[in-house]
């Protein structure tokens, strides 16, 4: 049987866990959260979806980016990617999806994957998430 939780679309938005986030913050020591709301923020710079990160310039900037997990989530890999391309570093928590096109064409081979143990428990969500979930680092090292 599918678990349809995996592909569901409900919602886009999973709030990143404050204590995941801050292990992350404390090796990164992020300046910018380009998918936010002023209420979800992980970093004092921020854009929110009325802002649109895709569209905004992240130079100079470490980026936490925890994308909506819809249709859209290929933009943001392919822009946190480009970011790394031009010497920036970005983290990024998506779901671990090693199936997909934007996997393939920039994750895999290009950047440090850190599988997670187990499912995460996104804030506002009444259980563990429904998909595992993976960060994918592009930094450059040495």
Not at 90 to 111: E, N, Q
Request: glycine letters at 8%; proline letters at 6%.
């Amino acid at each position: 049987m599918i678990n349809r939780g995996l592909y569901s679309s409900n919602s886009a938005e999973w709030a990143t866990p404050q204590d995941f986030f801050d292990k992350l913050d404390a090796e990164f020591h992020f300046t910018l959260d380009p998918c936010a709301t002023d209420e979800n923020a992980k970093c004092e710079k921020h854009y929110t979806k009325e802002q649109d990160g895709l569209k905004q310039d992240w130079t100079g900037e470490t980026v936490f980016c925890n994308p909506p997990y819809g249709r859209e989530m290929p933009k943001w890999i392919r822009k946190c990617y480009e970011h790394y391309v031009g010497g920036g570093t970005a983290v990024m928590l998506i779901p671990a999806r090693t199936d997909t096109k934007a996997f393939h064409d920039y994750i895999y081979g290009r950047a440090e994957i850190r599988f997670i143990r187990g499912r995460l428990h996104f804030n506002g969500s009444k259980g563990n998430a429904p998909f595992p979930s993976m960060v994918v680092v592009y930094r450059k090292v040495g």
